[in-house]
């Protein structure tokens, strides 16, 4: 998996392209610890992810109860296969999700 970030002011935009599982997710757990201190926004582009498993739900729940704290969180460009992951777990009515 590739992680790409891009920081303007107190908003960070995590780009990922591959798929988010057990293996990558550790990685993508770093860089979120790593950025996320200070920033009030964060958006999560998923536009160039394939694949999410529950290691990258966890992933991206932790961020997102982070985010609540500090400030919001929004997904973007996730596609149909991903949605449905997000669908079947239950996680549109916990993240936010912008189509």
Known sequence: ???NTKQEGTQLTISLEGRLDTVTAPELEEVIKEKLHGMTELIMDLKDIAYVSSAGL???????????????????????????????TGFVDILNIES
């Open 58 to 88: 966890r992933v991206l729940l932790s961020a997102q109860k982070v985010m609540n704290r500090q400030g919001s969180m929004v997904i973007r460009n996730a596609n149909e296969d991903v949605m449905e992951i997000f669908d079947v």
């Open 1 to 3: 998996m590739t992680i």
